[in-house]
């Protein structure tokens, strides 16, 4: 199976994927709702930004796409990192709530609604590990 | 990259008098009535005014306080305006100190919005001291805090790395008339503290002597801190262990025990020590089964000896169980008088909570769903995990 860019239209695509056929997902995110940016700030080979939007709802996500212009969507919650960061999260070397406790990733949003739904926020990267992803750098 | 929090820690015989050191105007004592009633809020004050620091006493802080409890402190700390807010008694009444310290310096924030994962600005008005009367919470050294939402029957683990005490005083005078109960009790969550904390997916080199040595403690103290509350040294070494725990914990993570616990304390109004110890060996069971044998070093350490690690991670669950056999604890949810019928109708809350406790995120192994249903009822029947 071909390796899919991080941070492609297709990558976006195929995480969507993964989260609607995810049982677990399904099960922990059954009450979430709020849609995301996940922002990877440039860094290295990496010189402009990318923003993944992913329209998470009720287990479900129900649009996901990638957008050159940020002000395309204005979304509940917004997770911002450095490519270098996203990449380890990915590849589960790095986990996300302690990039975030430590600041290697940021999060803006509604922290009750964060904190009340942690296994959510895991399950979405466990199906980020699946994907079998390549690195600009 | 991670960190190593730690208060001041003033500790051993004595240390209460520290407070007469410390520079301030106006100091809020957050407690409840029972600290009055023992004569221990007396005991704060008369130190603080020897530093000349008036004092002001909110002594409403029920168990597991609610986040009304800390909405109606905060508001208080804002009208009076203390340089020092001192958080007296057991985990609940430090607990709500810590929430009403973030309310006080943020009122725009919400208490369960106090979380580790943004910069809150708490310091700026006030800084906190905690005073431990029980052994075993750990609040004394952390910077997490429990409130209750009593709509929902949740208990909501809560907390930010700005909301560690800056001082904690560990002074044995205030347990050396513990009851043995809330001896045992305390004591368990400080086991169950310090064994999570060294095999949670976080634990570090900083925090693993730390939750080693408070086992050791424990099991060296706690029975003799609980046959016999008058043994000075042994209530002094489970003070000790009690701030050692706490400290290892909160810089590696608890874990599954301490999720299920929140959750099923939540739903049963069952005392936190007594809920995670409960669930302790089985948690330790299901993540050996998933072959994590960590607890082998925990079991080295202490004396235990096995020919593997398989082994002695076995002759560590069979110590902790005995433990809270001789403790007289709980070893089964049903033996808390919970039917059947109450705890099926509590599962799907029950599941939902743990699941999404913020405790459960560094567990060595994590059940699905399924998995953790099946956990609650063998915890239920006291059946030994064989999954």
Redesign the interface.
């Known amino acids: 199976m071909a390796k899919i860019t991080f941070g492609s239209e297709e990558w976006v695509k195929a995480l969507d994927n993964e989260l609607n056929t995810s049982q677990?997902y399904e099960?922990?995110a059954k009450t979430w709702e709020g849609d995301f940016y996940f922002v990877v700030d440039p860094e290295g080979a990496v010189t402009e930004p990318m923003y993944l939007y992913m329209d998470l709802w009720h287990g479900r996500c129900r649009e996901s796409f990638v957008v050159a212009d940020k002000s395309t969507k204005n979304p509940a919650f917004v997770m911002s990192g450095k490519y270098s960061k996203w990449k380890l999260v990915v590849q589960a070397k790095l986990?996300p709530?302690?990039a975030?406790?430590?600041g290697?990733l940021?999060?803006k949003g509604?922290?009750?609604m964060?904190?009340?739904?942690?296994?959510?926020a895991?399950e979405i990267v466990r199906a980020c590990t699946r994907i079998e992803t390549e690195f600009a750098m | 990259?991670?960190?190593f929090n730690s208060p001041q820690i003033v500790f051993g015989e004595g240390a209460l008098s520290y407070l007469a050191q410390v520079r301030g105007k106006r100091a809020y004592i957050i407690t409840d009535e029972m600290m009055v009633k023992f004569g221990f809020v007396d005991l704060v004050k008369q130190q603080l005014a020897e530093a000349n620091i008036e004092t002001r006493v909110f002594d409403q802080v029920e168990p597991e306080p609610s986040l009304d409890t800390v909405l109606r402190g905060a508001q208080l700390l804002r009208a009076y305006e203390p340089d020092w807010i001192v958080g007296l008694g057991g985990g609940s009444p430090m607990d709500a100190a810590k929430a009403m310290w973030a309310l006080y310096e943020r009122p725009d924030l919400?208490p369960?919005?106090i979380?580790?994962?943004?910069y809150l600005g708490v310091g700026q008005k006030a800084k906190l001291i905690t005073i431990s009367t029980t052994s075993g919470t750990g609040s004394e050294v952390t910077w997490a805090f429990v409130l209750s939402d009593p709509a929902e029957k949740r208990k909501?683990g809560?907390g930010s790395?700005e909301t560690m005490p800056t001082i904690a005083i560990v002074d044995p005078q205030f347990v050396i008339k513990m009851p043995p109960r809330l001896t045992a009790d305390t004591g368990l969550d400080a086991l169950t503290q310090a064994i999570e904390g060294y095999t949670a997916?976080?634990r570090n080199d900083f925090s693993d002597g730390m939750c080693l040595q408070a086992v050791d403690l424990v099991f060296k103290y706690l029975p003799k801190a609980y046959a016999n509350g008058g043994d000075a040294e042994a209530r002094e070494k489970m003070h000790n262990a009690a701030a050692i725990a706490g400290l290892g914990y909160i810089n590696s993570m608890a874990a599954l025990a301490h999720a299920m616990g929140h959750s099923f304390g939540g739903a049963f109004h069952i005392p936190h020590g007594r809920s995670v110890g409960l669930f302790l060996p089985y948690t330790m069971e299901f993540a050996a089964n998933g072959g994590n044998y960590r607890y082998a070093d925990i079991a080295r350490f202490i004396g235990l000896s096995a020919p593997n690690e398989k082994e002695s991670t076995r002759c560590l669950i069979d110590a902790v169980r005995d433990l809270e056999m001789r403790l007289g604890s709980n070893t089964n949810a049903a033996s808390l008088n919970i039917s059947r019928a109450d705890f099926q109708a509590a599962m799907p809350k029950l599941l939902d909570y743990a699941?999404?406790?913020?405790q459960?995120?560094?567990s060595p192994r994590?059940p699905?769903?399924a998995e953790l249903e099946k956990l609650f009822w063998y915890a239920y029947d006291g059946k030994a995990i064989d999954f």
Not at chain 2, 355 to 358: F, I, K, Y
């Open positions: 677990a099960d922990a986990d709530i302690q975030l406790m430590t290697q940021k999060l509604n922290m009750v964060v904190m009340k739904n942690v296994k959510a895991q | 990259m991670w960190f919400t369960d919005a979380s580790p994962l943004e909501l809560l790395r997916t976080w699941e999404n406790d913020t459960i995120v560094a994590q699905d769903r």
